[in-house]
């Protein structure tokens, strides 16, 4: 049994379509209502396969199943049945990527299923970017009604946290976000022990940035994090933990683990080493097999093979970096490089530019670690 990595993560593309019209969304126009509904016992049945595989029980302990779109709430049914097939295994717990801005979709969930299986990721940037970005089509704000939806379900019971985008654009809101999440902190965390407010932030990685966009950007958020950081000191000193979750003082430069424990189906049922790589233009290159192929889950088992020798290539430039949180996707790093070797492009984790926020951010990380540390 691999000691450090036990989780097996399958994803389920439920619908590629979306109830809101971000700006800054990397997956396109939403017109395709392809589902995976006339394939739903084709694909238990991988599921199963894969649960009971020596592939699975050799290498993993756990098997988590998470619901991805397009809003994955819009095809509710889907992720009703699969998990009341699976929800009684200890080993399998199940998790929704979702925008919360349908209740009542979410809240057929809610109440269909085992709650105590279920993690639900909410999409909340802070208001400031998230009304300027994650709006309607109408190009209506949907903080308000996303806010309330999480209080909801947070009374329910429900296992909430929050995952964020940092446009590139919206650098500058960098402050005013972290501010809006310690807000919410106050306000929610008194509600159970089931919602966690924390600020997870991910950099815009799509696009390509020319070096002196990048290195302007860089600045912009050296000074925001530096504005963060004091706030940081204040709020560690009260809870004992980090808002942010990039503050953690260790080295977390991982490469990621898509492709090798971690494998996504799109609504056709084709796989691919993650759900980034559902709407990469070299999706081919990234392709497993297919859900109505009886060979599934040996392509899964060979994927995972040929991906895991990836994440040991960690170049001396890395080992040596000060970043101490590095989140650069390999697929956009694989679309953007011009190299020709595959796995030379899915670590090429230089070609868009990308790494001197992280480097900024962990001069930034050693400095409050040291300052806490002095303090102690």
């Known amino acids: 049994m691999h000691e450090d990595r036990t989780q097996f993560t399958l994803e389920i593309t439920t619908s590629a379509l979306c109830n809101l019209d971000c700006t ?19 694909l238990k049945q991988r599921v ?14 756990h098997l988590n199943i998470s619901f991805w779109g397009g809003e994955p709430t819009l095809n509710q049914n889907l992720i009703i049945d699969i998990m009341k097939e699976f929800q009684h295994h200890d080993d399998i717990a199940f998790h929704i ?29 802070g208001r400031e970017i998230n009304d300027k970005f994650r709006i309607l089509s109408t190009g209506k704000p949907t903080s308000a009604s996303v806010l309330e ?5 947070a009374k329910k019971g429900v296992s909430l946290s929050l995952k964020s985008t940092v446009p590139l654009k919206s650098m500058h809101s960098l402050y005013n976000t972290w501010m809006d999440f310690k807000n919410l902190f106050d306000s929610m965390n008194d509600i159970g022990p089931n919602i966690r407010i924390s600020y997870a932030p991910t950099i815009d ?36 933990q980090f808002l942010c979750t990039w503050f953690n003082g260790s080295d977390t430069k991982t490469h990621c683990s898509a492709g090798a424990h971690m494998h996504a189906i799109d609504v056709d049922g084709n796989s691919y080493a993650c759900h980034g790589a559902l709407y990469s233009p070299n ?29 040991e290539r960690v170049s001396d430039t890395c080992k040596n970096c000060v970043a101490t949180t590095c989140m650069i996707c390999p697929v956009a790093s694989f679309d953007m490089s011009k190299n020709e070797d595959h796995f030379d492009r899915w670590t090429d984790r230089w070609v868009n530019n990308m790494c001197g926020f992280f480097k900024a951010f962990g001069e930034i990380d050693r400095t409050v670690q040291a300052h806490i540390e002095g303090e102690l």
């Open 97 to 125: 990527y979702t925008n919360a801005y349908n209740r009542k979709r979410l809240d057929d969930i809610v109440e269909a299923v085992d709650l105590s299986k279920l993690h639900v990721q909410i999409s909340y940037d």
């Open 48 to 61: 199963r396969e894969l649960y009971e595989s020596e592939f699975y029980k050799t290498n993993y302990n």
């Open 205 to 240: 990685y799509v696009d390509e940035l020319p070096r002196d966009q990048a290195e302007e950007l860089v600045k912009v958020f050296r000074e925001q994090m530096l504005r963060v950081a004091a706030e940081e000191i204040k709020f560690y000193k009260e809870h004992n």
């Open 24 to 42: 800054y969304c990397f997956e396109g126009a939403k017109t395709n209502k392809q589902r995976l509904d006339d394939k739903i016992d084709v």
């Open 149 to 153: 939806n999480m209080e909801y379900f």
């Open 283 to 311: 999706k081919q290159d990234l392709h497993g097999g297919n859900i109505v192929d009886d060979s599934f889950i040996n392509s899964i088992e060979q994927m995972s093979k040929k991906y895991a020798v990836s994440t």
